[in-house]
């Protein structure tokens, strides 16, 4: 059964304009969400968090927003850039009384069209 | 300043032939993770180490072992390796056990086992 899910395997998406990714979860006991952006032959590379004491997070073009009551987060990028393109993982923990390590989504690859 | 190292970048192996992997990481963080990645999946907990003198389970360590031989080292072993097996290993750190803080990955060991 997977807990964090990202529906869309992949998302194309013009230069300069908005990416919009999506994820949801199911484990009620998650309460601090991470975003990772992974390139090919490469290992993962944090890109922003959010708690769930917060509805959003920015940091330069990147904002999450994270729903609770949905179990939904989303990542957005404005504007988005050819460096961009890899693909991007949603991954969730529970800090207190869970098991240690990250649960993650299955990514979606965003290919951001010149 | 390395970060996270992970050696072999490539292996392949035979069914039932044994090998370890090696991680190591000069940030001085107390905990320590090994993942695998299968095609179109997301990562998946093998192991994990929360500091030096302990190891836990994670979701799918069957057919693994591992040992945190200080803390900079932490390592995983295949004992008689399976088709199965064949995935991309991330070793991951984290400063503390606690959910509220990101992992740093290393770049990954690609095995195939044949």
């Known amino acids: 059964d997977q807990q964090v899910k990202q529906n869309s395997p992949s998302l194309s998406v013009q230069e300069g304009r908005i990416s919009i990714l999506n994820c949801d979860y199911t484990n009620s006991m998650f309460d601090y969400f991470l975003w990772y952006k992974k390139y090919p032959a490469e290992g993962p590379t944090f890109l922003i968090s959010?708690?769930?004491?917060?509805d959003k997070n920015e940091d330069g073009r990147f904002t999450v927003f994270l729903n609770k009551s949905a179990k939904h987060l989303s990542l957005h990028i404005v504007p988005s850039q050819p460096g961009d393109s890899a693909v991007y993982f949603c991954a969730a923990s529970a800090s207190w009384g869970g098991a240690d390590g990250l649960t993650f989504g299955k990514g979606t690859h965003l290919i951001i069209q010149p | 300043n390395a970060g996270v190292t992970q050696t072999p970048k490539f292996q392949v192996l035979k069914t039932g032939q044994s090998m370890t992997l090696q991680c190591a990481q000069d940030?001085?963080?107390?905990?320590m993770y090994w993942y695998r990645q299968d095609p179109g999946m997301g990562l998946r907990l093998i192991y994990y180490s929360a500091s030096e003198g302990t190891t836990d389970k994670g979701e799918v360590p069957n057919g693994y072992n591992v040992s945190r031989l200080n803390k900079r080292e932490f390592s995983l072993r295949l004992e008689s390796a399976a088709p199965s097996q064949t995935s991309v290993y991330f070793c991951?750190?984290?400063?503390?056990?606690?959910?509220?803080?990101?992992?740093?990955f290393g770049p990954g060991t690609r095995l195939t086992v044949l």
């Open positions: 940030m001085n963080h107390n905990s």
């Open positions: 991951a750190t984290s400063p503390t056990r606690s959910g509220y803080n990101e992992q740093f």
């Open positions: 959010i708690s769930s004491i917060k």
